[in-house]
């Protein structure tokens, strides 16, 4: 159980939060929708993971850029077309059959999930300004975890306009902005780290313990959006689900990373609190 009134280093103390990659979807749910959502909570999700997309006309959508001809079956970026149009649209399932679950408004999203759990905001850097304003909005700040790679542009506009949320960079192979952006007053609270190899400096033992000896937080991805991009160095879900599960997901939380981010929340839930039991 979360509880907001502590940081969330102190909330993944306990083993690792578990962190719904864009809800839970399957079947007749699709991802990025309130359906999905309200799945992610009733399977235990700690964070929920969630993209933005912005309309033609300046409104922030929940919906993985570029995904509009797999997920929507049209041809157009949301970006390419007026919200008049874009509130008119609904997901496809997995059969490639339309379903109820309409494109929901970031607002509405927000709304929702205020004090439900914690909220990773993907695709935060498409525009820094106008998604910090819509979190202030809906007054999710405490509950929200924004991230972006480390290139300048985007972490001088996190300093400027969203230094009191949590944030985490995305580093891979080494990380040489934590300790910087903590001196220029982000709150920076850990990293999103990816590597392809075990020997990579941000999944040593000694990086992860240095993290958590200054309080941050350390989190991993053992999702599979495309076999050919490394993210885990293939300590992943398919390794977990299809019947290695310490080799998969075992390997990072003996690592002791803070949160996972996964397709299969309920299965790597109740894996942890197994290893918990023993």
């Given at each position: 159980?979360i509880?907001?009134?502590?940081?969330?280093?102190?909330?993944?103390?306990?083993?690792?939060?578990?962190c719904?990659?864009?809800?839970?979807?399957?079947?007749?749910?699709?991802?990025?929708?309130?359906?999905?959502?309200?799945?992610?909570?009733?399977?235990?999700?700690?964070?929920?993971?969630?993209?933005?997309?912005?309309?033609?006309?300046?409104?922030?959508?929940?919906?993985?850029?570029?995904?509009?001809?797999?997920?929507?079956?049209?041809?157009?970026?949301?970006?390419?077309?007026?919200?008049?149009?874009?509130?008119?649209?609904?997901?496809?399932?997995?059969?490639?059959?339309?379903?109820?679950?309409?494109?929901?408004?970031?607002?509405?999203?927000?709304?929702?999930?205020?004090?439900?759990?914690?909220?990773?905001?993907?695709?935060?850097?498409?525009?820094?300004?106008?998604?910090?304003?819509?979190?202030?909005?809906?007054?999710?700040?405490?509950?929200?975890?924004?991230?972006?790679?480390?290139?300048?542009?985007?972490l001088?506009?996190?300093?400027?306009?969203?230094s009191?949320?949590m944030?985490?960079?995305?580093?891979?192979?080494?990380?040489?902005?934590?300790?910087?952006?903590?001196?220029?007053?982000?709150?920076?609270?850990?990293?999103?780290?990816?590597?392809?190899?075990?020997?990579?400096?941000?999944?040593?033992?000694?990086?992860?313990?240095?993290?958590?000896?200054?309080?941050?937080?350390?989190?991993?991805?053992?999702?599979?959006?495309n076999?050919?991009?490394?993210?885990?160095?293939?300590?992943?879900?398919?390794?977990?689900?299809?019947?290695?599960?310490?080799?998969?997901?075992?390997?990072?939380?003996?690592?002791?990373?803070?949160?996972?981010?996964?397709?299969?929340?309920?299965?790597?839930r109740?894996?942890?609190?197994?290893?918990?039991?023993?």
């Amino acid at each position: 159980m979360i509880d907001f009134s502590k940081s969330l280093f102190e909330n993944a103390k306990n083993g690792p939060l578990v962190c719904a990659h864009r809800g839970v979807s399957g079947a007749d749910i699709p991802c990025n929708t309130l359906s999905a959502f309200k799945a992610a909570l009733a399977q235990g999700a700690d964070i929920i993971e969630l993209d933005v997309s912005k309309s033609r006309d300046g409104k922030f959508y929940v919906f993985h850029p570029g995904m509009e001809k797999a997920h929507l079956g049209i041809p157009m970026l949301l970006s390419a077309l007026p919200s008049k149009v874009i509130s008119r649209l609904h997901f496809l399932n997995q059969d490639n059959t339309p379903t109820v679950c309409e494109v929901n408004t970031l607002e509405e999203v927000l709304t929702f999930l205020k004090g439900k759990c914690y909220i990773n905001i993907d695709k935060f850097w498409i525009d820094i300004p106008g998604i910090t304003e819509i979190i202030r909005k809906t007054g999710v700040e405490k509950q929200v975890i924004v991230k972006t790679d480390t290139t300048e542009k985007y972490l001088k506009q996190v300093a400027q306009f969203a230094s009191d949320f949590m944030f985490m960079p995305i580093v891979s192979k080494k990380d040489e902005v934590t300790d910087r952006l903590v001196s220029e007053g982000v709150n920076c609270i850990g990293a999103e780290v990816l590597f392809k190899l075990e020997s990579d400096e941000v999944c040593s033992d000694e990086y992860i313990k240095s993290m958590h000896e200054k309080g941050r937080i350390v989190w991993v991805n053992s999702i599979v959006y495309n076999y050919r991009a490394v993210l885990s160095a293939g300590h992943t879900d398919n390794i977990a689900v299809t019947g290695e599960m310490d080799r998969g997901w075992g390997w990072l939380i003996d690592k002791k990373f803070d949160i996972i981010q996964t397709d299969w929340c309920l299965m790597l839930r109740n894996y942890i609190d197994e290893r918990k039991g023993k």
